[in-house]
């Protein structure tokens, strides 16, 4: 089937708006420009209602089918927010605001929706409603969460609810899915070692907190090495140490920083459990006293089974067969899209982004080759989803 034949009267338009919202990238729920272009976008395109500010700074658009017999609503869902990343791609689209750009493909996330919006307004030929889900703050914010939270399934009830993400080099016009767990959850370890102060000359009068930490850097790795079966997926990275001040002075105290990531609920339990005894009991041995502050992040996200074949089939009539996997392999990087997973069934699938540099490069871009085929991936799956 290849791409829609309607898709090719608008990309120019999709391409223009692409590469506006990344010249003009903005942060987490700070997106009043991106959300106000996209609810005008989405007006213009003919949708039946458009709601701003769902989760702060979200945007929700309705398209009513040519009927309604079945009552059935399907979501899909978009993110819009940027990174805190120097921009080094050195397009003529690049950022125009120092210290920030679209380095995840939010950019052609979005776009490729608001294409979906355009094409699915102007023919309707699906049964049922389509909700359509621009959400801020997913790198970091929760945004999806603050969605929910602010009544998004409840005020627009859907049935399914499906996301896209781009894949670096993945070739162009590509899919690749798989059910079950696809993406780690995302937690953060605050850890704080209270030891005593005073001069490095005199270390016997103090309780340095800097051997605590070493030994507890090391023994962290063996919570994953050594407690959990190897073949789950557990990571625990200690990204930040703070303290100290002067090169002759013993600090007083250190903070550790890091992330957990983990496939499985129960692997995530045991590992704040066994971090918390860590360092609880290896700053104790020194004489030290340790504190984990634990925070929860982002869940793990689950692909439903049924919901991630009938993804995978939409995929199929759009690409081809034997252009779409359905053997994904999971990764630990986090995507809180999981938050909508965890409300209702869906799946998310990735499209190619072609060869380019990865996820959260200053170098990366989104390949707007990629557009058509991620917008007509949506009508087709609203097509099958919503048969008339």
Known sequence: M???????????????????LHSNPELLYDLPR???????ALRAAG????VEGIGKTGVVAVINGKSNTSGRVIGLRSDMDALPILEATGKPWASKTPGKMH????????????GA??????????D??????????????AGARAMIEDGLFKRWPVHEVYGMHNRPNLPVGEFIIAPGPIMGSVDMIDIEIEGVGGHAASPHQTIDPVPVAA???????TITARTIDPMDSAVISITTIHGGDAFNVIPQSLRLTGTVRTLRDSVRDHVEARLQQAVAGIAAAFGAKGKLDYSRHYPVTVNHGQETEFAAVAAEAVAGVG???RDMPPTLGGEDFAFMLNEVPGAMINIGNGESANLHHPAYDFNDEAIAWGCSYWCELVRQRLPL
């Open 128 to 141: 049922g409603k389509v909700v359509l889900i621009f959400q801020p703050a997913e790198e970091g914010g």
């Open 103 to 114: 380095a995840c493909g939010h950019d052609g996330h979005t776009a490729m929706l608001l």
């Open 215 to 221: 030994a507890l850097i090391q023994a962290i790795q």
């Open 323 to 325: 252009r779409v996997g």
């Open 34 to 40: 991106t959300a106000a272009e996209v609810a005008k």
């Open 117 to 126: 919006a355009i094409g699915l307004a102007q023919s309707r030929a699906f």
């Open 47 to 50: 949708c039946d209602e458009v």
């Open 2 to 20: 290849a791409v829609d034949n309607w898709v090719s009267g608008h990309l120019d338009q999709l391409v223009a708006f692409r590469r506006d």
